[in-house]
């Protein structure tokens, strides 16, 4: 399967704790977004790189979040002193260019905070 | 801000109905728009898009969506639903090149 992977798909952690998803894009991809999903709720945009410039991040993106994309390929999406509202469903999706292209998203990253 | 809007939160149908799922954006200049659904279990996956040329957009599975501009309307519509339909669906739009937004999602069962 060529598609959009993330790893872990399941974390379960104790508040206070940090933890790191790991996104791998389609291999031809240049954009990379990061996304999180609550329950009964869309999607809602963290991050964006294009190769391994971060070039927007969003207003809900805390300063406990950061992620990174080395070398434009796989990108890593870390969470610091992990808080109960963070649980949630972190997103990857990939896209060939910005304009003209769709998403294709990962299975995701469910995060359980306790 | 801009924004892509889904009324309808629930909706209910038996086999052979039809479906119409609404969805209304509030950007100004050229917009691409976009139709995910997401089945039980599975990652979000893409039924239809519009980025110029026919408003009338057919997707997969018997899909199709109306870009509507007077409207500022995106809406889904299938004319025979399955019970294999029932899924999140989501519309989501940007404008230009930007940052793709969704909206919050219309849940559909459908009993057999």
């Known amino acids: 399967d060529t598609g959009v992977s993330q790893d872990p798909r399941h974390k379960i952690t104790k508040r206070g704790q940090n933890v790191t998803f790991r996104c791998d894009p389609i291999?031809?991809?240049?954009?990379l977004y990061w996304y999180r999903q609550t329950l009964g709720q869309g999607p809602e945009f963290l991050t964006y790189?294009?190769?391994?410039?971060?070039?927007?991040k969003s207003r809900l993106l805390s300063d406990r979040f950061s992620a990174e994309r080395p070398k434009g390929s796989f990108s890593t999406l870390e969470i610091q002193r992990t808080e109960q509202g963070d649980s949630a469903m972190y997103l990857c999706a990939s896209s060939l260019d910005t304009a003209f292209y769709e998403q294709y998203f990962g299975p995701g990253t469910r995060l359980t905070v306790t | 801000a801009q924004s892509v809007s889904q009324h309808n939160h629930h909706v209910i149908l038996s086999e052979a109905a039809s479906l119409e799922l609404g969805c209304n954006y509030s950007?100004?200049?050229?917009?691409?728009l976009f139709w995910y659904v997401q089945y039980p279990g599975q990652h979000l996956q893409l039924l239809l898009k519009?980025?110029?040329?026919?408003?009338l957009v057919k997707g997969i599975k018997g899909f199709e969506a109306e870009f509507i501009k007077s409207k500022f309307s995106f809406n889904l519509r299938k004319p025979s639903v399955q019970w294999s339909d029932t899924a999140e669906y989501f519309c989501?739009?940007?404008?230009?090149?930007?940052?793709?937004?969704f909206g919050r999602g219309t849940s559909l069962i459908v009993h057999p």
């Open positions: 989501a739009g940007r404008e230009g090149s930007y940052i793709p937004t």
């Open positions: 291999s031809e991809h240049n954009h």
């Open positions: 519009y980025f110029s040329g026919d408003p």
């Open positions: 790189f294009q190769n391994e410039a971060q070039l927007e």
């Open positions: 950007y100004g200049g050229t917009v691409n």
